[in-house]
C-alpha cells in the first residue's frame, strides 16, 4: 500500500501549481484528474490578465505550460474521479470509481462548474459570446450589447461591471424584482445604459459561428423577443467535485476561475 | 487636482499585477516606483516555479513581460519616492520628494529590503566585499572564498548559485539544520564546493579597504574562527518603503521575495 505525501485532487490551474511547489520541495506526490488537465480554463480563449503574457494565452496554451513545468519536476498525473474521502489512523484514504489512494495530506483544487441554463444554443456558444464571468471577459465585449441572466448580488454586480465596457446591458430576470443588496439594486436603477427585463427568463440563442442573436421571453405574457447580442451570463456555480466539500472555500483566487 | 481611483506604490510584480487588474477595471490608475520597474525579482536569474514558464524565466524578462503588459492596457508610471501618506476627506494624500498625489484608494506593494546582520564591518564594507545578491555580484567573487549567511531557500540557492564562481561557499547558519526546500537541501548537500557551518555565526568583518578577514563564532561552544573571505551574504529582509506598513503582510509570497 503507497501512501503519499500528497494527493492532489483536480488537474485545473490550482492543481498543477500546487503540484510544481510540491515536487520542488520533494514531496511524493500525486494529481488525480477525473476528465481533462486543465479544468475550465480549457475553455477560454483568450487570457489577458495572467501576469507575463502580454498578447494574451489561451487557455490551453497556458495548462500545457503548467503540465509540462509539472512534469519536469516529476509530477505523476493519474486519471480517476474520486467519489468519497475518509481517514483512518491519520492517513486519508480516496476511493475512486476504479482505484483507492492513500495519502498523509491532501489539496482538493476541483474547481467549480458554472450552472447552465440548459436552454439552446448555450453550449455551442459557450466561449463564442457566451461567457461565465464579466471580470474574466467584459473587455471583450466593448461597445456591444450584453444580456446579464440572474437578479442577485452577482447578476447585479456583473451587469454594473459590464457598463464600463458595453453600449448596453439588459439583465433578465425570472422574478419581478430584484433580490440583490439594496446598494446595488440603487446602483443598477441609476445606472442608464442597465435595462431591466423583469418576469423574463432566457428561451434561446442562435448565430452561426458566433452568438448573434438571443430570444427573451416573457414568462407572464409568453412574449417572445429578439435580439442582436453577444453575450449572456449566468452567475451561480457549483462545485466541480461530487466529494463533501463543506470546508472548502470558492476558489476564485489568483490560480482558480478568476485568472481569465 | 487630479483625484486618481488608485494609486499603486511599487513597480514590483505586486504592482504590475494590481496594475493590469485595475486598469482592465477601467479604474484611473497610477503606478509610482522610486527606483526601476521590477524591484528585487530583477536580480533573480532563473524562476523556476512561476507557473507558465516550463523553462524557467529570468527575473528581468519576466518583469518586462508584466510592465509590456500593464502598459497595453494604458498603465501610467511616475518615478518619485512617496515618503508620507495622510487622508483628508475620505482622499489620500501621497508626499511624494517633487510631487503630490491624490487618490481614493491605494494599494501598497513596495516590496522588501535585505535585513542587516547589524555586525562590526557589516556598513563599512558594503559593496566592498559584502553583498546581498548572488545573481548581482556573483562574478566579482571568482575562484574567492564566500560565505553565505542563513539557512533557508535564499541562502542555498544563492549558495548554489556561487558555486560557479568561487571556489569554496561556506554556508554559515546559527540552527543545526537548514530550513530550506528539502531540493535544495539535498543540491546543497551534493555540492563538494559547499560547506556547512551550523550552530555558527558571523560575528565580524575586518579588513582595510575590502573585506579581508570574517570572524565566525561557534554560538555552543563560543569557539572563534578567522578566516580570509570576500563576501557575505544575509537572506533576511525588511519592507523596502518607509511608510507605515503595520497592517500589511509580508509579501513571502508568489509574487515576493521567495519565487525562486
Given at each position: ?28 506526490t500525486l494529481l ?39 512534469k519536469?519536476?516529476g509530477l505523476n498525473i493519474e ?182
Open positions: 500500500m503507497r501512501i503519499y505525501d500528497l494527493i492532489i485532487i483536480g488537474g485545473g490551474p490550482a492543481g498543477l501549481t500546487a503540484g510544481i511547489y510540491s515536487m520542488r520541495a520533494r514531496l511524493d488525480i484528474e477525473k476528465m481533462v488537465i486543465g479544468g475550465q480554463i480549457i475553455t477560454t480563449e483568450k487570457i489577458e490578465n495572467y501576469p507575463g503574457f502580454p498578447d494574451g494565452v489561451s487557455g490551453v496554451s497556458l495548462i500545457q505550460k503548467m503540465e509540462e513545468q509539472a519536469i519536476f486519471s480517476e474521479e474520486i467519489k468519497q474521502l475518509s481517514k483512518e489512523n491519520n492517513i486519508f484514504k480516496l476511493t475512486g470509481n476504479q482505484n483507492t489512494f492513500f495519502s498523509k495530506t491532501i489539496i482538493i483544487a476541483s474547481g467549480n462548474y458554472p450552472v447552465k441554463l440548459g436552454i439552446q444554443g448555450e453550449e455551442k456558444f459557450r466561449g463564442r459570446g457566451i461567457s461565465y464571468c464579466a471580470t474574466c471577459d467584459a473587455l471583450f465585449y466593448k461597445n456591444k450589447k450584453v444580456i446579464v441572466v440572474g437578479g442577485g448580488d452577482a447578476a447585479c454586480e456583473e451587469g454594473l461591471y459590464l457598463t464600463k465596457f458595453a453600449d448596453k446591458v439588459y439583465i433578465v430576470h425570472r422574478r419581478d424584482k430584484l433580490r440583490a443588496a439594496k446598494v446595488l439594486q440603487e446602483r443598477v436603477f441609476a445606472n442608464s445604459k442597465i435595462e431591466l427585463l423583469f418576469d423574463c427568463v432566457l428561451e434561446r440563442i442562435e448565430g452561426t459561428d458566433f452568438v448573434e442573436k438571443a430570444v427573451i421571453k416573457n414568462i407572464k405574457t409568453k412574449e417572445e423577443k429578439a435580439g442582436n447580442f453577444c453575450r449572456r451570463r449566468c452567475s451561480k456555480e457549483k462545485p466541480a467535485s461530487g466529494i463533501d466539500r463543506s470546508r472548502r472555500r470558492s476558489n476564485r483566487s489568483l490560480y482558480g476561475r478568476k485568472i481569465y
